[in-house]
């Protein structure tokens, strides 16, 4: 069956140090990979998508690779701030407009 | 900037009674969606919507579940007959289509008891 998987464990890093988070799926042939942001008790906000013909993407501090090889997608957050602090979630979309999440992992920067 | 907005942001109903969730998605986008988060959980996807007709829906989306864009601008989902394993946020959220920027309000939660 189809899967996604996230780091479930937390992930805390200092204040300035680049955060690197995993997605890794099976079963899947996504046309795209996306990455989004929640904060407890809001929406999901869409922060990046990458294609399956492209290997990487940035948008200021983030940066997120695509390996459709390894089943990968590793998304990173340079310079992190406490701001930062959120859980982040990878969705693989087969362009047929249905979105299936990960689990989401928990990111704590810490001052 | 442009916004999905969700109404009520929290609803509680009794076991079998019917509730609809209203949203009003980004005036200008094409394709709508419902998804909903049980606490704790993964965000799933319930169904899509596109030119006034269902365009795809997961096995959550039995016929207890309907969707409806009643004017040009609200869209809702109907629960019928809720049951407990319902409670959950649920999440409307829209997109132009072409760019797969797909925007998110800030959810419903739904308790049944």
């Known amino acids: 069956s189809q899967k996604i998987e996230q780091n479930s464990e937390a992930l805390n890093i200092q204040e300035g140090k680049t955060a690197t988070l995993t997605c890794n799926y099976t079963?899947?042939?996504?046309?795209?990979l996306q990455w989004y942001r929640q904060d407890p008790g809001r929406g999901p906000v869409f922060l990046l998508l990458?294609?399956?013909?492209?290997k990487e993407k940035r948008k200021e501090r983030l940066k997120v690779t695509f390996d459709t090889t390894l089943k990968q997608s590793l998304f990173h957050i340079t310079a992190s701030q406490p701001a930062d602090s959120a859980t982040y979630l990878c969705?693989?979309?087969?362009?047929?407009?249905?979105?299936?999440f990960g689990t989401g992992t928990k990111l704590q920067v810490i001052p | 900037e442009p916004e999905v907005t969700q109404t009520p942001s929290h609803q509680v109903t009794q076991m079998g009674q019917e509730v609809i969730l209203r949203c009003v998605p980004i005036?200008?986008?094409?394709?709508f969606y419902w998804y909903r988060q049980i606490l704790g959980q993964k965000v799933e996807f319930l169904v899509s919507?596109?030119?006034?007709?269902?365009?795809?829906k997961s096995e959550i989306f039995d016929d207890q579940f309907s969707v409806e864009r009643p004017d040009g601008s609200n869209f809702t989902l109907k629960i019928r007959s809720t049951k407990l394993e319902d409670s959950a946020m649920y999440f409307c959220?829209?997109?132009?289509?072409?760019?797969?920027?797909?925007?998110f309000g800030n959810g419903t939660r739904l308790t049944v008891t």
């Open positions: 959220a829209s997109s132009e289509g072409g760019d797969r920027l797909v925007h």
């Open positions: 079963n899947y042939s996504p046309a795209y």
């Open positions: 990458i294609r399956e013909n492209e």
């Open positions: 969705a693989l979309d087969r362009g047929y407009q249905k979105v299936t």
């Open positions: 005036s200008n986008h094409l394709y």
């Open positions: 919507f596109y030119n006034n007709e269902i365009s795809e």
